[in-house]
């Protein structure tokens, strides 16, 4: 199961866009193209961070390399 965190944006703490909560797990999310998978590359598209949000499952991508990710301790 994955680690709750919480998400700093430079000096802004995130919130989830739907329900307010500010706890996430998060991943890799792969940001592929129809015209890459179709080359069979799609392992060489952009990659993106993804904000899974703990209460609503709400998804939230990022492919800003400046968000900070802490650890939540539960």
């Given at each position: 199961?994955?680690?709750?965190?919480?998400?700093?944006?430079?000096?802004?703490?995130?919130?989830?866009?739907?329900?307010?909560?500010?706890?996430?797990?998060?991943?890799?999310?792969?940001?592929?193209?129809?015209?890459?998978?179709?080359?069979?590359?799609g392992?060489?598209?952009?990659?993106a961070?993804?904000?899974?949000?703990?209460?609503?499952?709400?998804?939230?991508?990022?492919?800003?390399?400046?968000?900070?990710?802490?650890?939540?301790?539960?």
């Amino acid at each position: 199961m994955a680690k709750p965190v919480h998400a700093l944006l430079g000096d802004i703490w995130f919130r989830c866009h739907v329900c307010e909560c500010e706890i996430f797990r998060d991943r890799e999310v792969k940001l592929n193209s129809s015209g890459m998978e179709f080359l069979k590359l799609g392992w060489a598209d952009e990659s993106a961070t993804g904000l899974i949000c703990w209460d609503c499952g709400y998804v939230h991508l990022f492919v800003n390399r400046d968000i900070e990710l802490y650890r939540v301790k539960r």
